[in-house]
């Protein structure tokens, strides 16, 4: 005997009402979800939270060891973006500073106590290499320099500039050219050539930018020298 229609439906409705129950009791919450996942084999996992890496003064990825200085400099962008420079966690130079222009953008650092001395940009394409000189002829030993470059740094450099930083610690200067990216950190009376020194050559072949090369960025640590007897 065949069902009639209406009571076919009807037991349809019962049939999946009853498995509905069913899962609902066997998986609760979700059954939907659940049922699917069953007859999938599929399981969900926890989400991992991502937890972004910690950063320490100026932006490095590890901290410094006791008794020594934390920097990070960075060559300006083209002639659009100026250079910076960050010791423990202090911006020395910057735009947001105003304190930066075209040239060699240069801080004096006491390199026993970390104090900063001094900041001051010098044009090396309109400028006077003079000005320079007298800037760092008289460093005192122990002396840090810190040096990030800005559009041309390197027009007015003479031999004599460029011996200076060579005395710094500079392996790089000597080459130094129109339109290069150079970070630096030297010392007055450093014995080696310094291990914290970058330059990027001005090439058309290779620029970033149409008539400059890209950007240097550049961060470690610096001991702190020991107070000087007498």
């Known amino acids: 005997m065949r069902l009639a229609g209406p009571v076919r439906v009807v037991m349809v409705l019962l049939l999946v009402g009853f498995t509905w129950l069913l899962a609902s009791?066997?998986?609760?919450?979700n059954s939907v979800s659940s049922v699917r996942h069953f007859f999938s084999g599929a399981s969900e996992e926890p989400t991992a939270v991502e937890i972004p890496p910690r950063?320490?003064?100026?932006?490095?990825?590890?901290?410094c060891p006791p008794k020594h200085l934390a920097f990070r400099l960075v060559s300006g962008a083209a002639n659009v973006i100026g250079p910076k420079i960050c010791l423990e966690d202090k911006m020395l130079l910057s735009s947001v500073k105003n304190n930066v222009g075209r040239g060699?953008?240069?801080?004096?650092?006491?390199?026993v106590t970390g104090e900063l001395m001094d900041t001051k940009t010098f044009d090396m394409w309109a400028g006077d290499v003079n000005d320079l000189l007298k800037f760092i002829r008289p460093l005192h030993e122990g002396t840090l320099i810190?040096?990030?470059?800005?559009?041309?740094p390197a027009t007015k450099l003479n031999d004599e500039s460029r011996r200076l930083f060579e005395e710094l610690g500079s392996s790089t200067v000597k080459e130094l050219a129109f339109r290069d990216?150079?970070?630096?950190?030297?010392?007055?009376?450093?014995?080696?050539?310094?291990?914290?020194?970058?330059?990027?050559?001005n090439s058309k072949s290779n620029n970033k930018y149409e008539g400059w090369p890209e950007s240097l960025e550049m961060d470690g640590c610096i001991p702190m020298r020991a107070p000087l007897e007498g």
């Open 146 to 152: 810190f040096v990030a470059s800005f559009d041309d």
């Open 25 to 29: 009791s066997l998986f609760g919450g």
């Open 181 to 201: 990216s150079w970070v630096f950190v030297g010392a007055k009376g450093i014995e080696n050539k310094s291990p914290f020194e970058q330059r990027m050559k």
């Open 104 to 111: 060699l953008n240069i801080a004096l650092v006491n390199g």
């Open 55 to 63: 950063k320490y003064k100026c932006g490095l990825s590890a901290p």
